[in-house]
């Protein structure tokens, strides 16, 4: 299995907010064929958790976090485009990260990994483009903590896009969802088993990092779907434990918990999670400014009612500083109920507004 | 200071789902004086956390947990009515619970305390009401979690009660409120300090305790109100620590969270918190049969459209309860955008909402 692909940069990596990488890996997959005149490619970047494996190929069949939506003849069509997703730098796919070998010392990282920036992701992003020697973008697609990653991305290297597909996004962190970041991190953190970040991988804080997921279940789904799926449903408990789970919904939050737990690294999440609270690159200015001069010839915004951590007011933010900027922008609020998560299963309602987005014939 | 005051039952008190205290005490504080034909008896039931301390008074000049609508010519007027406020059995101000000493062993009850409802909760209220010799209230005013009991309460002692006044309640915790809470427990118990709950009251297992406030804060209020509030504001980190609150809503978390740990004890915590996922009188039956023989003149529900815990359209279904059951009742949906905790501190809306449903000059 050569999957996913791994670019080596051996070349100094400076971070936004200080401290330089002596070099660095980045993990990426791709899709499709790049055309004789390179006006195919199509990036994607991810949201916090997910790898570079958006879809199953020939190298790795296993389905990808974005199957229903990338592939041949889907609304990501990659018998026309060139499609690039690359794993976060800072995240634990593949690419460096707190989890990684500081070579320097021959020790994981851990929390001697500099201050992570999304502009720091962006830019590694950018290498690996630079490296398949992708100058231009077709379509720059960021859903959730990608959509901002994309922003930074078109702020670093503008008049390299000509679209962008911004999905659930936002402008900067609101004091809500800075408040639940907050406590997924500290839930991790103060786990004794964190150990001041350095804890051994095989015995990460898992009390810590379980809390977190279920935080981020919460957050990621909405109340009024759970009515309809969890009702007051109850399973077979077998109450080894007072608490253990006995309604449905907590059943459902255990399950994700627990595949969570020993695949994802702390340190990863708690980095990665930070870049989304400081992340502002307006800061405080009007987001049009910064719109107009990225160069976009076009730009689809989608976000969806029901999602609390990146709510619809914040896409419809997103989209109105585009077109105040002049890039003529196309605003899907969706009536999805599964909150920010919709993008990745209400693909009845994503399928058809991801083609038009993809459609270059509006 | 002699407050609150403590009303010894010195019998068995069987519990619902199993178990016997062999005696409990129930912590209660009362305002205002009862008329001689006692007409003018008005309960109050508490959300989870609150004292009997509901407001100020001779004996406790502090400030109580609903000093702005109870007191002299205040919406709960003290002046016409006899008010008097229960600490919940389970709770830890007063009343029996898990944090007090069992008298068969000397100990504490700890974990060894018996499965708590808040059919047990309403049954204590009601020994409080017969020591007092008060047979029929006026009016039975819950909040959250008193809701609740309050609805216990009419179930257990039909036509004694003339009026409701429901605030920010529900008729069962639905899947979301359940996973939030089964969330803030597992922070509590997962806590290694929490030693099984037989942790010291010195000793308590304060990461969880601290994890379960703010997720509780998070879910008592609104991202409306405090987009408004705190906007991106940073505060002056002393960043001893790298995950430091950094952002103003993070050190109004923090501070949420200091007040609460060492105040409230842990296992009642669990125990009170466990008991409103329980709650389910009508237990998937129609709610307005459960309604039907309560006995009431009238009511008054209030909700708040911001309220994701206790959600408006769940106040919108005790109404209409009320109203199918033949209940002549009042639905007030209160703009207000501080979420759950808007009945504590939305005062502009509700002290005209809380003197309407007390009027009896409608």
């Known amino acids: 299995m050569t999957s996913p692909r791994i670019y080596k940069h051996d070349q100094p990596f ?42 199953s190929h020939e190298d790795d069949p296993s389905e990808g976090w974005w199957e229903a939506l990338v592939g041949p003849g889907k609304a990501i069509d990659t018998d026309r485009w060139y499609v690039v997703c690359v794993n976060s730098l800072g995240s634990c796919w593949g690419s460096t990260g707190p989890a990684s070998i500081d070579p320097s010392t021959g020790e994981r ?56 597909l911004s999905i659930s996004s936002a402008l900067y962190s609101e004091p809500f969802a800075t408040a639940i970041r907050a406590l997924q991190r500290e839930a991790v953190w103060s786990d004794p088993e964190y150990a001041d970040g350095w804890y051994q991988p095989d015995q990460p804080p898992a009390r810590g990092m379980r809390l977190a997921r279920k935080v981020g279940m919460i957050s990621y789904r909405s109340a009024e779907e759970w009515r309809a799926r969890f009702k007051r449903d109850r399973i077979d408990a077998d109450k080894a434990h007072p608490f253990a789970p006995e309604f449905q919904v907590e059943s459902y939050l255990e399950l994700h918990a627990q595949r969570f737990v020993g695949s994802f690294d702390p340190n990863c999440y708690l980095w990665l999670s930070r870049a989304m609270d400081w992340f502002d690159p307006a800061a405080g200015e009007s987001p049009s400014k910064v719109m107009a001069g990225l160069g976009l010839s076009e730009a689809t915004v989608i976000g969806v009612e029901s999602d609390m951590l990146f709510p619809i007011h914040q896409q419809k933010a997103i989209a109105e500083a585009l077109q105040s900027a002049g890039v003529p922008t196309h605003f899907d609020g969706l009536a999805s109920i599964q909150g920010h998560d919709s993008f990745l299963v209400d693909i009845g309602r994503f399928d058809p507004a991801v083609r038009r987005a993809m459609s270059t014939d509006k």
């Open 14 to 55: 400076a971070m936004r907010r200080g401290g330089v990488l002596a070099s660095i890996e980045l993990a990426y997959e791709t899709w499709g064929t790049l055309s004789d005149n390179k006006d195919n490619a199509v990036l994607i970047l991810t949201g916090l958790s997910p790898s570079a494996h958006a879809a």
């Open 109 to 164: 990282y851990g929390p001697t990994f500099p201050e992570l920036c999304l502009e720091d992701v962006a830019a590694a992003a950018g290498l690996v483009l630079d490296h398949l020697d992708i100058e231009y973008l077709d379509t720059l697609i960021g859903p959730s903590m990608g959509g901002m990653s994309a922003l930074a991305y078109l702020i670093q290297r503008p008049g390299t896009v000509k679209r962008l």
